[in-house]
């Protein structure tokens, strides 16, 4: 097809802003699926994605659409990842592109994830359509939400399409302005292929299917190409387009979007960000903002079942051939036997991978404590990298530790600022910049620790606001902090699923209110057990579960009071020997309780 009627555009929002219902209307309106066929979030095809009201993975589909001047127009919509873990994605997905429709909730207005996605388009020098969504709510204030589009992301809003993404209101008049306002493709379909990968995942019938945006050059069925990440050679068995429905073609050329499959065995090959290109007549260079995916937070996962290991290991094994992103490697712990230690983009990449294992693989978890990766500097000049508590070096060989920070920005009503600088406080936060995006919402830059981040931020954050507070962040470096490694023992004994790394000042509070919660959670036994949080060799706080005490005494009616002292003597004796020998059960709630430190 004629160039000048292709456009390759991507749809970007906040979280719930109505991004996968404007792409069903987009699908409907383009005739690209029958009313038949038709269901709600067409693009989102994971049961998770549908129930949290998510994207996770990139898809692209391409729509014929007759414009107003009677020319028919492809255009490639590619749908991106709304979420922060994935902004990497989102930044390929973009970089495919020539435009991007920024929808933004009439009732809800800018959000933080908008104005990141927003950056993230005009960076990759994007023209950006503003649409405002969601005008059939009571709530929606139009003329506001412009203000705000045009205060806090730059943008001139007098154009903005207003549409009601349900019910279909003005969504032609989006697929109008894609077709005036965003540029046709530069490519050059005879020079040397440039092809960009900005998503992968593994079918068991053909491998692992690509999708690619053609930059430069043509692409055939039969061509043999390589990727230059790694050199790797392959041979194009089939290759089409998604229409949703793969459609299979002869050839791509410079400006298309489209799938390749390549006899390809292993996602990990087709890293998103890298460029393909044929192995007789390779390019010069490499397509820009190619980097490798780096796991941010890191936790063990186990079976509740010991013997279910093996098969922990084969729901890994298969997950990991559709996500590249996520790592693991075996680790064993004394109190939860053998287990995997994984690496995830970030908490929601956690609960989306725990939950497809416990669904899709019917296994019960236990997850430990999620943590990140420290430098640590030891007094003989070498460097290391500990991501795992148990890793931890002894606190007489380390020199230094840095520890990863983000910039966050958050987004809220000027009433929730107080209280939301308190929590930032708390977790250690650096003030950057306060500035109001509007007359009544404020955007908060701040450096954070990630360390902190990771447990619990996110929803004292939605509560200290109540829920009117958006965040979005990017790792901006590492700085100097005094961590230091915390058990917990139990019965004197420590357990290495428990332990934590905390900055020091932090680690009394914490340890304290760690053993607190454990002496809710742990049973009572027939003997007293110590629970107790310990730094190195130092005690730093301690609780005790009380014995189970049967009355040995009320077999005596009345009698001298040297023949009960002589049984509760002889209890007291035995109480001692179990001691020394009991084995203290630790319940699942436990090892949970760890995550939820500092809710009170």
């Not at 179990?578 to 309780?593: H, N, S, T, Y």
Request: with cysteine.
């Amino acid at each position: 097809m004629d160039p000048k009627f292709i456009r390759n555009f991507a749809i970007i929002a906040h979280i719930d802003h109505g991004k996968s219902t404007l792409s069903d209307r987009l699908l409907e309106i383009t005739g690209s699926l029958t009313q038949r066929e038709m269901q709600a979030q067409v693009l989102d095809a994971m049961d998770l994605e549908r129930e949290r009201g998510i994207t996770i993975k990139a898809h692209t589909v391409r729509m014929m659409y007759k414009a107003s001047d009677g020319h028919n127009y492809q255009l490639n919509l590619i749908d991106t990842p709304g979420h922060v873990d994935f902004s990497y994605e989102v930044s390929r997905s973009l970089a495919s592109c020539e435009g991007a429709l920024l929808v933004v909730d009439a009732s809800q207005g800018v959000e933080a994830q908008t104005l990141a996605n927003a950056y993230l388009a005009i960076s990759n020098g994007l023209e950006i359509i503003p649409v405002i969504n969601k005008i059939d709510l009571p709530s929606a204030d139009i003329p506001r939400t412009k203000e705000m589009i045009e205060k806090s992301v730059g943008l001139p809003a007098d154009d903005a399409v207003a549409v009601s993404a349900k019910t279909g209101l003005n969504v032609a008049d989006i697929l109008e302005a894609v077709v005036h306002l965003v540029p046709q493709p530069k490519g050059d379909p005879s020079a040397p292929l440039q092809a960009l990968i900005f998503d992968s995942w593994f079918d068991p019938y053909k491998g692992v299917i690509i999708l690619a945006r053609i930059i430069n050059g043509t692409l055939k069925k039969g061509d043999k190409i390589k990727l230059l990440s790694n050199g790797r050679e392959f041979l194009i068995d089939s290759m089409g387009v998604m229409t949703p429905k793969p459609l299979e073609l002869k050839e791509l050329s410079a400006g298309e979007v489209g799938f390749l499959v390549a006899t390809i065995k292993n996602v990990a090959d087709t890293k998103v960000g890298d460029t393909i290109t044929h192995v007789d007549r390779p390019c010069n260079d490499a397509l820009p903002g190619f980097e490798d995916i780096k796991s941010m937070v890191f936790a063990g996962l186990y079976t509740v079942d010991s013997h279910e290991h093996g098969m922990l290991r084969d729901a890994l094994e298969k997950l990991r051939l559709n996500d590249s992103s996520f790592n693991f490697e075996p680790e064993s712990s004394v109190a939860l036997g053998f287990g995997f230690r994984c690496g995830f983009l970030g908490l929601l990449h956690l609960e989306i991978i725990q939950e497809r294992l416990e669904r899709e693989y019917n296994l019960d978890l236990i997850t430990t404590a999620p943590g990140v990766q420290y430098q640590v500097k030891l007094t003989d000049g070498r460097e290391i990298i500990v991501e795992n508590p148990s890793r931890w070096p002894d606190p007489s060989e380390i020199e230094e530790i840095q520890e990863p920070i983000i910039e966050a920005k958050i987004l809220t009503n000027e009433e929730y600022v107080g209280n939301i600088l308190k929590l930032v406080e708390n977790k250690r936060g650096v003030q950057k910049n306060i500035e109001y995006v509007s007359e009544t919402r404020v955007m908060l830059t701040y450096e954070l620790p990630l360390n902190e981040i990771v447990l619990d931020f996110y929803d004292r954050l939605k509560s200290v606001s109540r829920g009117y507070a958006s965040l979005d962040y990017h790792l901006a470096g590492t700085w100097i902090s005094p961590m230091v490694k915390m058990d917990i023992l139990i019965g004197g004994d420590p357990v290495d699923a428990l332990s934590l790394i905390v900055h020091r000042d932090a680690a009394y509070d914490r340890g304290k209110v760690l053993v607190e919660k454990m002496r809710e959670l742990i049973p009572r036994q027939m003997f007293e057990v110590a629970i107790q949080a310990a730094i190195g060799s130092k005690i730093i706080a301690r609780s005790t579960v009380s014995a189970i005490r049967k009355n040995v005494i009320a077999k005596c009616y009345g009698g001298d009071i040297s023949r009960k002292r002589k049984l509760l003597d002889k209890q007291k004796e035995g109480k001692k020997r179990m001691k020394r020998i009991g084995k203290v059960d630790i319940p699942q709630e436990a090892f949970l309780a760890v995550l939820k430190v500092g809710e009170e």
